[in-house]
């Protein structure tokens, strides 16, 4: 009897292992400097949009594709003959179990967490956000260890102090800058792109200090709320959809009521929802939202390794956009941080070497008739037939990116 393997999902004949890794990668660069940009840009109408909007629309967003695609999966469940209000019985019973309330505490943390990039994104250039932000690992990590009782190995630990060097090293100030020499054309006039600083952008309200800080408990609020959401669906079957409709529909409450009505909602009532908002703002928001969607892609066909490298090139692309949208200077000290920061990256989600088993050798003279159960057991395990064993370390578990 032949065994066949099953057949690998394509997306218009390209597995989907490298659609979403490539996704990820340009969602990631994209996103950012699309955030930065939209928080630089000229004002329109009254002033400048409200972020707590747009992280409620994006929650909005990111519920309703979630719903679409559960609601395509639990007719499968229900059979091609099933009605759509059988399939919304369903999935309302699903989503609204009685333990679904647990996921309104890390719903919450992601809410805060998004609202912070926000602050993070008008005060740092791209690169350096996208650069600090893996700060990320670190927290997760240290929760994983403190609340999962997770061990890490001896290169995870390397792999942190250097994440945490490289990142401090990108912060170091640049001992001088040279200022970009302007375009001349043949008319002797300065060529005015839609990105130079005179024209295109507004980078004098940054305030550094403000987004470091913004970037920190933002990162350490991700790995909070990452860890336990982790720790809440251990053991649990719920489809990873039907737990984004969750995370999304609880993110509506403080999205809505401490974001837009209580921070914003006097402005809000003078200005309009929507003041502020045009083509650049809504494509940030639509790429916020395609985020968790494109990381639960990953999640399902790619492996950690492959989505930490996809995440590696996003920071190189935003880095190389920077300089060419933002007038980004790599200095010195960048590049030493930022290589580090990727090193790191890279030596974290390495699965360490397997360990060797032990096997004890028993000369054939000295074997009895007793020894026989002992005798098969070890050339068991000198087949390979090791029985439940976890295929990867525990410091090596996937589910602790989030």
């Given at each position: 009897?032949?065994?066949?393997?099953?057949?690998?999902?394509?997306?218009?004949?390209?597995?989907?292992?490298?659609?979403?890794?490539?996704?990820?990668?340009?969602?990631?660069?994209?996103?950012?400097?699309?955030?930065?940009?939209?928080?630089?840009?000229?004002?329109?109408?009254?002033?400048?949009?409200?972020?707590?909007?747009?992280?409620?629309?994006?929650?909005?967003?990111?519920?309703?594709?979630?719903?679409?695609?559960?609601?395509?999966?639990?007719?499968?469940?229900?059979?091609?003959?099933?009605?759509?209000?059988?399939?919304?019985?369903?999935?309302?019973?699903?989503?609204?179990?009685?333990?679904?309330?647990?996921?309104?505490?890390?719903?919450?943390?992601?809410?805060?967490?998004?609202?912070?990039?926000?602050?993070?994104?008008?005060?740092?250039?791209?690169?350096?956000?996208?650069?600090?932000?893996?700060?990320?690992?670190?927290?997760?990590?240290?929760?994983?260890?403190?609340?999962?009782?997770?061990?890490?190995?001896?290169?995870?630990?390397?792999?942190?102090?250097?994440?945490?060097?490289?990142?401090?090293?990108?912060?170091?100030?640049?001992?001088?800058?040279?200022?970009?020499?302007?375009?001349?054309?043949?008319?002797?006039?300065?060529?005015?792109?839609?990105?130079?600083?005179?024209?295109?952008?507004?980078?004098?309200?940054?305030?550094?200090?403000?987004?470091?800080?913004?970037?920190?408990?933002?990162?350490?609020?991700?790995?909070?709320?990452?860890?336990?959401?982790?720790?809440?669906?251990?053991?649990?079957?719920?489809?990873?959809?039907?737990?984004?409709?969750?995370?999304?529909?609880?993110?509506?409450?403080?999205?809505?009521?401490?974001?837009?009505?209580?921070?914003?909602?006097?402005e809000i009532l003078q200005r309009g929802f929507f003041d502020g908002y045009n083509g650049v703002v809504w494509t940030a928001?639509?790429?916020?939202?395609?985020?968790?969607?494109?990381?639960?892609?990953?999640?399902?066909?790619?492996?950690?390794?492959?989505?930490?490298?996809?995440?590696?090139?996003?920071?190189?692309?935003?880095?190389?956009?920077?300089?060419?949208?933002?007038?980004?200077?790599?200095?010195?000290?960048?590049?030493?941080?930022?290589?580090?920061?990727?090193?790191?990256?890279?030596?974290?989600?390495?699965?360490?070497?397997?360990?060797?088993?032990?096997?004890?050798?028993?000369?054939?003279?000295?074997?009895?008739?007793?020894?026989?159960?002992?005798?098969?057991?070890?050339?068991?395990?000198?087949?390979?037939?090791?029985?439940?064993?976890?295929?990867?370390?525990?410091?090596?578990?996937?589910?602790?990116?989030?």
């Amino acid at each position: 009897m032949s065994l066949t393997e099953a057949p690998i999902p394509t997306f218009m004949g390209v597995p989907m292992k490298h659609v979403s890794l490539v996704t990820l990668c340009f969602q990631n660069s994209g996103l950012i400097l699309l955030m930065h940009y939209s928080r630089i840009m000229p004002v329109t109408g009254a002033g400048r949009y409200l972020t707590s909007t747009a992280v409620f629309l994006n929650e909005v967003i990111k519920l309703l594709i979630c719903i679409m695609v559960a609601l395509r999966d639990r007719r499968k469940i229900d059979g091609s003959s099933s009605t759509l209000a059988t399939n919304l019985r369903g999935l309302w019973a699903d989503v609204f179990k009685a333990d679904s309330w647990k996921l309104a505490i890390p719903a919450a943390l992601y809410t805060f967490q998004n609202n912070l990039q926000y602050v993070a994104v008008s005060n740092l250039d791209a690169a350096t956000f996208q650069v600090t932000y893996q700060l990320k690992i670190i927290t997760t990590a240290l929760f994983s260890v403190t609340m999962l009782h997770r061990k890490l190995s001896m290169n995870q630990w390397i792999s942190l102090f250097l994440l945490t060097a490289g990142i401090a090293i990108v912060q170091l100030p640049a001992t001088a800058t040279t200022p970009k020499p302007p375009v001349q054309h043949g008319d002797g006039e300065q060529k005015r792109s839609l990105f130079t600083r005179e024209g295109g952008y507004d980078e004098s309200h940054m305030d550094r200090a403000v987004g470091l800080i913004a970037v920190i408990i933002a990162c350490t609020i991700s790995g909070l709320a990452g860890v336990y959401f982790e720790k809440v669906l251990k053991g649990s079957s719920t489809s990873l959809w039907v737990r984004n409709i969750q995370l999304s529909f609880y993110s509506l409450f403080p999205a809505l009521f401490i974001g837009v009505m209580l921070k914003d909602g006097h402005e809000i009532l003078q200005r309009g929802f929507f003041d502020g908002y045009n083509g650049v703002v809504w494509t940030a928001i639509a790429f916020q939202a395609a985020g968790g969607i494109v990381v639960a892609l990953c999640v399902n066909f790619a492996d950690n390794i492959a989505k930490n490298f996809a995440t590696s090139i996003s920071i190189l692309l935003s880095s190389i956009a920077s300089v060419y949208f933002f007038d980004f200077v790599f200095t010195f000290w960048f590049v030493i941080g930022a290589s580090i920061v990727l090193f790191a990256t890279f030596l974290y989600s390495k699965p360490d070497a397997p360990k060797k088993e032990e096997i004890a050798y028993i000369p054939l003279e000295n074997t009895k008739v007793g020894d026989d159960d002992e005798a098969a057991s070890i050339a068991n395990v000198s087949n390979g037939d090791l029985g439940v064993r976890s295929a990867m370390p525990s410091g090596n578990d996937p589910k602790r990116y989030e």
